[in-house]
Structures are given as structure tokens and as C-alpha cells.
């Protein structure tokens, strides 16, 4: 029997990376996406290798940047060259500004940059995966059919000042995920958003002593970094259809952060 495809975006590394290393490791066939970087890609697709629990396990790169559509359209055709079939498909690329600046500040270029990759980038994306399975009508090899996974963040009800282009980009991520969860009930396919913390990766190398100190001060209950594999077993969960009975579900994997205290 064929192994099901997972297809992450952004998977060179990151969230990404520990995505597709966790579902090596569950037995899924892997489609890495990248955008610039391909040495970081190989090294996904070696580290998924040494990881597979099965030497059936098939793992490729693909480069795109899902903010054009030709690059999307073309990925889509690569992917299923080579594999024949996606079974899940994981939103998770996305970058943050490249200047954090405060609101009356925020340029144009950023904003466009930003919701192009994190928001408009994930929905067409969508739309063309989407497309394929009620085009094909091909049988889901997954538990409770074909998965869409977004990948958003707590900036989607968190509001940052300095960063505002990247909150408005998740909390858009949201009202797609309830979008296609509405859609796509009938059909049997289930969507799902995933809301990282804190997590310890490149994008807050940065800022990793502010974070340090407001972890250790109780800003998240459990007082940790996330890590990737913690968003990796997130994704497993659900494409191994632990959620039979739910679609449109959010799923906060942030040590407790969304939790209102006094």
C-alpha cells in the first residue's frame, strides 16, 4: 500500500524542519518546500532520511516561493510528478518583517511582503491542493480523509505593536482555516490551524534574551521555549486522525500562553 504525502512549506528549517523530521519518523513520505535556501533544504531531507522508519520512505525538495502563483502552480506539478498524490498539506512558511517597526512606521513594502508569504501565499496554495482532490476524487490513504494544516501563531490574537503586518497575517490565517473548514466539511476534508508560542528557532534568535527572562518571569505558564518537534507532534496527531469528529479545530501549542490569569 502507498505511503501517504505530506507537503510542508517552509520545511529548510525552523518549525518546518521539525515538522517534516517528525512525520519521517512516523512513516510519511515527505515534500519539502523551500524558497531561497537549498543547502538547508538537503539537510531536512538527510536528517528525514536518517530519521524514516521505513526505507520506503521517499524524501524531495522542492523550491518555491508561495508568494507567486507561478511558483505555487509549478510546485504543485512537481509534487505530484514524483509522488502521484498529496494527502496533507502543511501552511507553515512565513517570515516576520525584516524591520520591526511601530505601527506609524510600518511601510507598504513590508506589508505586501509580509501577507504575500504568510497569508495570500497559504490560501491559493490551498486552493490549488484543494482543487486537485475534488478534481481527482482520488481515495485519502489518511484516517478521516485529506488534512489542511495552517500553521499561525498567538500573534493572531496577540497584538504586537512593532510587527503589526505579521499579526494582521495570522489572525488572517484563522478566518482561513475556519474558511476551508466550512467548505470542505462535506467533502471530507478536514482543516485544522495550529498556534505555535514561543518558539525557539531562527526568527527569534534575536530576541532570545527578552524571551529568556520573560519565560523564567512566568510569561508562559510551563516556563519553556517551544520547540519544533513540540509543533511536529502536533501535526502527527492530527494527520493520524486522532480528530476524527473535528474540523475548524484550533489547537494552541504554546505552554499554556493563551490562558487569561490574574
Known amino acids: 500500500m502507498s505511503l501517504p ?9 525552523g518549525l518546518g524542519r521539525g515538522i ?13 518546500n523551500y524558497a531561497g535556501n537549498q543547502t538547508a533544504a538537503e539537510e531536512t531531507a538527510r536528517l528525514c532520511r536518517e530519521a524514516a522508519s521505513s526505507s520506503q520512505q521517499e524524501f524531495a ?13 509549478r510546485m504543485v506539478v ?12 502543511v501552511n507553515n512558511a512565513g517570515i516576520a518583517p525584516r524591520v520591526r517597526a511601530d505601527l506609524t512606521e510600518t511601510s507598504e513594502e513590508s506589508f505586501d511582503e509580509v501577507l504575500n508569504i504568510n497569508l495570500k501565499g497559504p490560501f491559493f496554495l490551498t486552493q490549488s491542493v484543494v482543487n ?16 489542511v494544516i495552517f500553521i499561525s501563531s498567538i500573534s493572531a490574537y496577540t497584538a504586537s505593536v512593532n510587527r503589526g503586518e505579521y499579526c494582521i497575517s495570522k489572525a488572517g490565517l484563522a478566518m482561513v482555516t475556519q474558511l476551508f473548514a466550512t467548505r470542505l466539511a462535506e467533502q471530507g476534508i478536514q482543516v485544522f490551524e495550529i498556534r505555535p508560542g514561543i518558539m525557539e528557532t531562527d526568527m527569534t534568535s534575536g530576541v532570545k534574551d527578552k524571551y529568556d ?11 519553556r521555549w517551544g520547540q519544533p518537534q513540540d509543533i511536529g507532534q502536533a501535526v502527527e496527531a492530527i ?24
Open 61 to 73: 525538495i522542492f523550491q518555491a516561493d508561495i508568494s507567486r502563483s507561478s511558483d505555487r502552480q
Open 5 to 13: 504525502v505530506l507537503l510542508i512549506t517552509g520545511a529548510s528549517r
Open 20 to 32: 517534516a523530521l517528525h512525520a519521517a519518523s512516523q512513516g510519511y513520505h515527505v515534500a519539502i
Open 132 to 147: 486537485h482532490w475534488l478534481k481527482t476524487k482520488q481515495p485519502p490513504l489518511l484516517q478521516g480523509g485529506f488534512k
Open 239 to 262: 494527520v493520524s486522525g486522532k480528530f476524527p469528529f473535528s474540523t475548524g479545530e484550533v489547537f494552541n501549542v504554546d505552554g499554556g500562553f493563551h490562558l487569561q490569569r490574574l
Open 78 to 89: 512537481e509534487v505530484l510528478s514524483r509522488f502521484g498524490r498529496i494527502d496533507a498539506l
Open 213 to 223: 527572562k520573560l519565560l523564567a518571569e512566568g510569561l508562559v505558564p510551563q516556563k
